[in-house]
């Protein structure tokens, strides 16, 4: 029997009804397992052994919902593109290629988050459902087709994002970081649609093919104009670029680490699919215009992230200004307009992602004695302590610094080709320019790894064997990648 069109409709959004499903089915096993605890009323000095037999249930919850997820992105991809729930959601190669990175950047997440909250008596089910629902968040921008089913996504990732921030309610900074990051992020999200409603005013339609064929027939005027400013400044502010990057130091450094991998890591992917998802689909008769901008918040971002995260002494918050950094290089990729350009700006976001994942991942693993590691003191004589994990962060510091055969090379080297083939060298120079300063604060890192002794009382490294294995096939997908970057870099090409 033919299967109907409402369930092929169903089907191809398997992966986001599983994560959803998950998020219901952890906060129900979390209820009704331990009189549903709630982060406030949790001691940060209750023993371990007390949140263990639980909560490890909504953990193995959220990563078993996630790798059928991931199992179901693989079955349900492939073939046509199609256009989906009328003409709101379309399922294509950049769809399957961002879910199932978007997928994996989750499943690393959790799989480095349980010892710390564990340790802290904080390893509940909101945690994971909030997780859980900021990914789906993800997913439904990854496959939008229209400005409605890319706003809802949006506000989804953000409003949990919000939460996992602020959630250490004891902690005076997590809550100054979430109020920061709410105001600033509603602030974006009202301008953005503002400009979504001019662009409407303008097209008729809220859809991307429709918008896209509008603007081709008519001549850019005041109304789409302003509209396309607005959006761009929305984007901006998603992404942390300056000038619009005045959340990211402050949201960095207050946030609970576990909540800061999450939110440093696989929104970025998100970010370049929404940008990708406006900009090259619905506006790209309007890339004269918008390329001008992300010209300017490129090299802005590429400046001051690399020059003031020089004087943080806060890992975290230099990892802040290192990501706005990254992010230049992605509008880069992007302000190219052509698809070697936007295949180079989503092997970016995608390998930069991996990156920061490791890197968060290793400030975890050495926060698990009851301190959070935040400044760079921190890590010195991490060789001496476990060299094995001082070779993971060192790896990852090198790749975001762009040093070879690591991947983030191989992604500042292949956005820096798109970026000459249209005769804009003077900005690839002050690309790499701004990368040579950048390379200093990642090296500085390495020299306090290996270079600087211990402290008298530092402790020692115990990680759990799936810690070790994480963050092991995290570095080593830096390194294969960077050395063999063909085959994820044949699926973004074929994403455009």
């Not at 809802?152 to 919000?162: H, K, M, R, T, V």
């Not at 004695?369 to 001496?384: H, T, V, Y």
Request: charged share 10%; net charge negative; glycine share 10%.
């Amino acid at each position: 029997m033919p299967m109907s069109f409402a369930a092929e409709q169903l089907l191809s959004i398997l992966p986001e009804i599983t994560i959803l499903i998950s998020a219901a089915l952890v906060l129900m096993a979390d209820l009704f397992s331990d009189q549903g605890a709630s982060p406030g009323s949790v001691s940060p000095n209750r023993p371990a052994q007390a949140a263990r037999p639980v909560r490890g249930l909504s953990h193995g919850l959220t990563l078993l919902g996630l790798v059928i997820a991931l199992g179901l992105t693989g079955f349900v991809g492939g073939g046509t593109p199609q256009i989906l729930f009328d003409g709101h959601l379309i399922q294509d190669a950049m769809t399957d290629l961002l879910r199932a990175a978007i997928l994996i950047i989750g499943i690393l997440a959790f799989v480095y988050v349980r010892p710390w909250l564990e340790e802290r008596g904080l390893l509940i089910g909101e945690f994971y459902a909030l997780g859980l629902l900021a990914l789906l968040g993800m997913l439904v921008m990854v496959s939008a087709n229209s400005f409605l089913a890319l706003y809802l996504g949006l506000e989804l990732q953000a409003l949990a994002l919000y939460a996992l921030v602020a959630f250490e309610r004891d902690s005076a900074r997590g809550a100054e970081a979430a109020m920061k990051y709410f105001v600033l992020g509603a602030l974006g999200s009202g301008l953005l649609l503002y400009g979504i409603s001019m662009l409407y005013g303008a097209t008729g339609s809220i859809t991307f093919g429709p918008v896209a064929a509008a603007l081709s027939a008519q001549e850019t005027n005041e109304v789409l104009v302003f509209g396309l400013a607005f959006v761009v400044i929305g984007i901006g502010f998603k992404f942390g670029a300056v000038p619009f990057h005045m959340w990211v130091p402050d949201v960095y450094e207050g946030a609970p680490t576990p909540a800061l991998l999450i939110l440093g890591s696989a929104p970025k992917i998100a970010a370049l699919a929404f940008a990708v998802r406006i900009l090259v689909e619905a506006l790209p008769s309007l890339h004269p215009d918008w390329q001008g901008m992300l010209l300017i918040l490129s090299v802005l971002s590429m400046g001051l992230g690399n020059l003031v995260a020089i004087a943080q002494s806060n890992i975290k918050r230099m990892l802040g200004y290192s990501t706005i950094s990254h992010v230049g290089f992605i509008l880069l990729g992007l302000l190219a307009g052509s698809r070697q350009g936007y295949a180079a700006a989503m092997f970016y976001a995608i390998v930069y992602a991996v990156m920061a994942a490791g890197a968060f991942g290793i400030l975890l693993i050495l926060s698990r004695q009851g301190l959070d590691a935040e400044r760079l003191e921190d890590l010195k004589g991490l060789n001496d302590r476990d060299a094995w994990y001082a070779a993971m962060m060192g790896l990852m510091m090198f790749s975001m610094a762009g040093v070879p055969p690591t991947v983030g090379f191989m992604a500042k080297l292949l956005v820096l080709e798109a970026v000459i083939r249209i005769d804009l060298v003077w900005l690839a120079v002050v690309a790499v320019f701004f990368s040579i300063i950048g390379a200093f604060y990642y090296l500085r890192v390495v020299k306090f790894i290996y270079f600087d002794p211990p402290a008298p009382d530092a402790p020692p490294l115990a990680g759990s064997a799936g810690v070790r294995a994480a963050i092991t096939l995290n570095a080593l997908a830096v390194l294969a990648l960077g050395i063999y970057p063909a085959a994820l870099l044949s699926l973004c090409q074929a994403a455009f």
